[in-house]
């Protein structure tokens, strides 16, 4: 009995072993069911290579394993990329179909997200995982409770950086030291003094010129908008606002700080500006020698030094938060988008990209300066770790409150602090001096005003 | 013909048949279906890599350097800058302000151009320079699209890799982190610029087509990868060329255009854009594809003529490189021939051919078990029942009938009815034997043996005339019939032949056990042989004793003799004493010889009484005794010599008369070995002896003199 039985068993194995390889024929293997996960991403110059470069190595190892394959596509600048994907979400004529994953901010993947067609992340990562990421600036109070619809994949503050070589001459005829450049006030200053020993250069400009009104209306108190019940309630009053006019529009309009090309980066190659605010991410993009208009040439040396704060005030630095969002498919596409963005974060992969784009890692624990040595080189790339890291550490790490209409806001402020400040400059440049005073108090009461309507 | 066992008889034709049909299948399976497999995963592979390459050559003509139409509008803007400023076209090649002011009119055209066709680069590139105080590289623009299939509205994903910045200023298009103000180039490289151009100065044609020129450059937005450019010379209506403008394709970009496939393959197979060089090998401008060893691939030694590479670990790479028309067949500038070369692992090009092998092979493995298996269990069901029939069969009693359980095959069963009714014959056959034997009263009976099977089978009558009383023949086992006939005959219990006395109801019986061992069986009979031991003891007694005394008679006696002298070490001292009943006649003439048989009869019986294991008599003749004592020392013997001859001198018998005489003998004596070692001798000196005392005093004794002995010869 016993043999039959075994004889029994031998011949049911075999049976199943002849149906299963018999069967793999056309299905197979996990190997052959490649799942491909497309992203768009509003990535450029360093950062789309760095990406790039991580996307490649994610194909040729954990997906190769996985069976999944990523295609990234740049798809423009950061608002591109949300229309493209609300307009793919509403399925309007003409529009594509939506990516796996798309690379937003915040208040644009927000609007997205209420439309119900982005994956909360906190459906496919565990408590534990998510405790691993730097908390609080990716959440969003949703309708059905706190969600995750971004995954951060990289974050980012604000630094100032200076062309030291040619700081130097003006700093020693002037008097003036880096300490001037600490405070908001410190820089107005001597942005002037510069403006008139190099007869009519600007010494400053910044990035994001909206950040300087979010994360300065907070150190100094006065949120210009804040989160009530999950809305945007304005609360941007005179004083906050005239202490903004006085350290970044006045100095602006009067020519002290400007703004030329694309980036302040970019106007610090050309020579047009000897110091910047910008976020830690464009660090690859400062030069390390300035072409003049007339092709003129010379090496510089830059420094990067924290982020000015408001005289009195506690530090406080902008938390930006770039991450990448999930659109609902189905299940498989949804967790091969999922395991790609947990394998960029995880701290190899974050650091490496992190080191070569000028971004600090999203998870806790995980310290870029640990991979610093072997892979950079550029001594501003060093600095801006260690001054970024130190910034992290030491000032209050300011992310704007997310909100329906977050972004409206954003360009609200953003306008008033550059297009709007144009024009005033140039009807400035045009005045006698008696003019000037008078036309300055009248344009802050103006501009006050429109801000405060378009804020509404 | 050898025996061989049903199974064996049915399994090893049958499996021969089945494995020659399985291999003669699998044979035409492979010569038809599989070896066709192969041959088409190959013309698949060579059939996708041609899909690509014609699909990427139609990109690379058709679409990514479309761009004649926008070289007559970037020639018409020149044009019209130089008309407005009033200058000479040659002036290109020395005034940075009037190259300044042409590229910031071909700048946006150039975006324009860059971002319609989808490339990821874009140039003008004047002949002069760019700047007054500049290092001497050309005035250009160079443009760098991160978004090639995407037409970027906000100009977000362009940068500038090379121009002045006063454009970018203008079009809020920032620079690249590589940006420089001006073009260096070094002509020993750069194709690019310096390949049209020159072909543009040297042609006759207007048609700026024929000059294109495809190239390799290094990326000019500060990566180490390589791009693929087409450039063509700029050339006015007066034939002038001022310049080259062109678009490029990032090794990345060409790098997704290629890879397209879908499915099994897209995970194993890998493509490469490659130059060849004169020698017929191949340079790489980008791998792509997701194969795992694209990093091991851009090791390999690729060449036009080998479609297979053997690398070290003894992977094999097939390829299939196929050429790219690029260029015109005539066209003036000629930069080697482009492929599109196909890669992949030989193992991973035909796993499905592997893959059906091997399912072959399983399914012929299979085929083969499972007829191999119902062989089997066909022949196991067919010889199990008659293994068991036969077991059955050797383990009944061979006297009685058989009766086999059914085994449900006719022809077995029929057997077995058949083999019944045999046996059924053969044991009355047995049993009447038997009886016959009982019948006839001879003692005989036999028993068989397999010490091998543990059989035993005893007759009826074995048990009672071995003497084993207490069993019988039913209930004798086969180990106990050995351990009872070794502890009976001893070790050597099984040889040829025991006699044995025993003890039987009669009495005293004599029994004959004859063995015979045939194969494994031992075959023994047991005869009873009392009589025939009877009868033979009666015929030697009579041969050796006196009929009318019970003594030995002389033959015996001297035989006896013999037999002792011969073991001397029995004997130290002897003596020979011969008698001599005196007066025999007297009373045989006075009494009758009854009377004289008595007279004889009273004297043997004294000497039988004196008989012990150092003495012995016999009657000779008529009146006429001897006797021979022995022992150690010659005080012994006369010790028993003196013992007798007085028991005969007291001895009495009784004549008819009623009275008691009193027997008168005389006796000679000799010594052995003082008068001799010789048994006739010694019988003859106690006669001598005897016969000095009937000569002399009769009813005496006298020892031999041998001095007298010799004085009467």
Redesign the interface.
């Known amino acids: 009995m016993k043999l039959k039985q075994t004889?029994r068993r031998v011949?049911c194995l075999?049976?199943a072993?002849?149906i299963c390889?018999?069967g793999?024929?056309k299905q197979?293997t996990g190997?052959?069911e490649?799942v491909?996960v497309s992203i768009w991403h509003?990535?450029?110059?360093?950062q789309?290579?760095a990406f790039?470069e991580a996307v490649s190595e994610f194909?040729?190892t954990k997906?190769?394993e996985e069976?999944i394959?990523v295609?990234a596509?740049?798809?423009?600048?950061v608002?591109?990329v949300a229309e493209l994907v609300t307009a793919a979400a509403e399925k309007k004529e003409g529009s594509e179909e939506m990516p796996d994953i798309f690379t937003a901010y915040m208040d644009t993947a927000v609007p997205v997200y209420d439309m119900g067609v982005l994956v909360n992340l906190k459906d496919y990562l565990s408590e534990d995982e998510l405790s691993d990421y730097v908390p609080g600036f990716l959440e969003y109070a949703g309708s059905d409770g706190m969600a995750l619809p971004i995954m951060p994949v990289a974050k980012s503050t604000e630094l100032f950086y200076l062309n030291k070589t040619d700081w130097e001459p003006f700093a020693s005829e002037s008097g003036c030291t880096l300490d001037d450049l600490t405070t908001w006030e410190g820089l107005a200053h001597t942005a002037e003094l510069y403006y008139e020993w190099s007869g009519g250069k600007s010494f400053f400009g910044r990035d994001a010129a909206a950040n300087f009104m979010l994360v300065g209306s907070h150190q100094l108190g006065k949120d210009v908008f804040s989160l009530e019940n999950g809305k945007a309630v304005v609360t941007a009053d005179d004083e906050m606002l005239k202490k903004v006019w006085d350290c970044y529009a006045q100095p602006y309009i009067k020519g002290y700080y400007s703004a030329?090309?694309?980036?302040r980066?970019?106007d610090m190659?050309?020579g047009d500006l000897i110091s910047c605010v910008a976020s830690t991410a464009s660090v690859?993009?400062l030069p390390s020698e300035v072409?003049?208009?007339?092709?003129?040439?010379h090496e510089i040396e830059c420094l990067v030094l924290p982020l000015p704060n408001f005289e009195n005030t506690q530090a406080c630095a902008v938390q930006q938060g770039a991450g990448m969002s999930v659109t609902k498919s189905d299940e498989t596409r949804e967790k091969a988008a999922v395991e790609f963005l947990k394998w960029f974060t995880d701290a190899a992969q974050n650091v490496s990209y992190c080191l070569k784009t000028g971004y600090f890692p999203v998870k806790r624990n995980v310290n870029v300066n640990d991979g610093k040595e072997e892979s950079s080189d550029s001594d501003v790339v060093s600095q801006n770790f260690t001054v970024g890291q130190e910034t992290i550490n030491n000032s209050e790490m300011y992310a704007a409150p997310v909100v329906e209409n977050s972004r409206t806001l954003r360009y609200a402020i953003e306008d008033a602090l550059s297009v709007n400040l144009e024009s005033y400059r140039e009807q400035y440049g045009t005045l006698s001096e008696e003019e000037k005073q008078a036309f300055l108090d009248n344009s802050f009461k103006e501009w006050s005003k429109a801000l405060k309507d378009a804020l509404k | 013909m050898k025996t061989k066992s049903i199974l064996r008889k049915i399994f090893v034709p049958f499996s021969a048949m089945v494995a020659g049909m399985l291999v003669v299948f699998f044979i035409i399976e492979y010569l038809c279906s599989l070896t066709e497999l192969k041959n088409n995963s190959v013309y698949l592979f060579e059939e996708s890599v041609s899909t690509r390459r014609d699909f990427l050559e139609s990109k690379l003509t058709g679409q990514w350097s479309e761009i004649i139409t926008t070289t007559e509008k970037l020639t018409g803007e020149i044009e019209d800058v130089l008309e407005e400023e009033q200058v000479s076209a040659s002036r290109t090649a020395s005034d940075?302000r009037l190259n300044q002011k042409i590229l910031e009119r071909l700048a946006d055209p150039l975006v324009e151009i860059v971002k319609w066709n989808g490339t990821t680069d874009g140039f003008v590139i004047l002949n002069g320079?760019?700047?007054?105080?500049?290092?001497g590289g050309l005035a250009s623009v160079y443009v760098?699209n991160?978004?090639p299939?995407?037409y970027?509205?906000?100009n977000?994903?362009?940068?500038y890799a090379r121009g002045?910045?006063?454009i970018?200023?203008k079009m809020?298009?920032?620079?690249?982190?590589s940006?420089?103000?001006?073009m260096e180039l070094d002509k020993a490289k750069d194709d690019f610029f310096f390949l049209p151009y020159e072909a543009g100065q040297n042609g006759a044609d207007t048609d700026i087509s024929a000059y294109g020129t495809w190239s390799i450059a290094e990326s000019m937005?500060?990566?180490d990868k390589k791009v693929l450019l087409y450039s063509v010379p700029l050339i006015l209506s007066d034939k002038t060329v001022v310049g080259v403008m062109g678009i490029g394709i990032s090794a990345?970009c060409l790098s997704?255009n290629i890879q397209m496939e879908?499915?099994?393959h897209?995970?194993t197979r890998s493509y490469m854009f490659a130059q060849a060089g004169e020698d017929g090998s191949m340079v790489p401008v980008v791998f792509s594809g997701?194969g795992?060893n694209?990093?091991e691939l851009k090791e390999l030694p690729f060449s036009i003529e080998e479609d297979t590479i053997t690398v070290e670990g003894g992977n094999k790479f097939y390829t299939s490189a196929q050429n790219l028309a690029l260029y015109s067949a005539n066209s003036p500038v000629q930069t080697g021939s482009w492929y599109l070369v196909g890669i992949e692992k030989q193992s991973d090009l035909f796993a499905?051919y592997n893959?059906?092998m091997?399912?072959q092979f399983?399914?012929m493995a299979?085929a083969m078990?499972?007829c191999f298996?119902s062989v089997l269990l066909v022949g196991k069901k067919l010889s199990d029942p008659i293994r068991k029939m036969m077991d059955e069969l050797r383990a009944s009693d061979p006297n009685r009938s058989i009766h086999l359980h059914k085994t449900h095959i006719s022809e077995m069963d029929e057997l077995a009815d058949s083999i019944g009714s045999l046996s059924d014959r053969v044991a009355k056959a047995n049993s009447k034997l038997s009886q016959i034997i009982h019948m006839s009263d001879a003692k005989i009976s036999v028993f068989e043996y397999k010490q091998s099977e543990n059989m035993i089978y005893v007759s009826p009558e074995f048990c009672a005339m071995i003497g084993w009383t207490d069993t019988s023949p039913e209930s004798i086992t086969a180990a106990d019939f050995r351990e009872r006939m070794i502890s009976k005959f001893g070790e050597e219990a099984f040889v040829k032949e025991h006699i044995f006395e025993t003890n039987g109801d009669t009495g005293s019986c004599w029994m004959r056990l004859t063995q015979k061992q045939e194969d494994n069986v031992l075959l023994g009979v047991l005869v009873d042989i009392t009589r025939e031991v009877q009868e033979k003891m009666r015929v030697e007694y009579e041969r050796d004793n006196d009929s009318l005394t019970g003594l030995m008679n002389r033959r015996a006696f001297e035989r006896n003799i013999i037999e002792l002298f011969a073991r001397t070490e029995k004997v130290a001292v002897g003596v020979f004493l011969a008698w001599d009943l005196d007066n025999l006649k007297h009373f045989n003439d006075t009494y009758g010889h009854n009377t004289g048989d008595d007279y004889i009869i009273a004297l043997a019986g004294c000497l039988k009484m004196n008989n012990s294991s150092h003495t012995f008599s016999a009657r000779r003749s008529g009146d006429e005794f001897v006797t021979f004592a022995y022992g150690d020392t010659k005080e012994e013997v006369m010790a028993y010599v003196e013992k007798i001859w007085e028991d005969a001198r007291a001895t009495q018998f009784l004549l008819p008369d009623g009275q008691m005489r009193r027997i008168q003998i005389s006796m000679g004596m000799a010594w052995y070995p003082e008068h001799t070692k010789d048994p006739e001798e010694l019988a003859a000196y106690a006669d001598f002896a005897l016969y000095q005392v009937k000569h002399g005093t009769k009813g005496t004794s006298a020892v031999f003199d041998p001095e007298l002995y010799k004085g009467k010869q």
């Open positions: 004889g011949i075999l049976l072993a002849v390889t018999s793999c024929g197979g190997k052959n490649n491909t509003y990535y450029s110059g360093q789309a290579q790039e194909n040729e997906g190769q069976g394959t295609k596509e740049s798809r423009g600048d608002n591109e030329y090309g694309k980036f980066s970019d190659k050309t690859s993009y072409t003049n208009e007339d092709g003129q040439t | 940075d320079p760019a700047a007054a105080n500049g290092s760098v991160d978004s299939n995407h970027d509205r906000s977000s994903s362009i940068q002045s910045a006063s970018s200023k809020k298009i920032p620079l690249a982190s940006w420089k103000a001006d937005n500060g990566q990345d997704e879908s499915g099994e897209s995970l997701q795992e694209v990093r499905v893959r059906s091997w399912v399983l399914l299979f078990l499972c298996g």
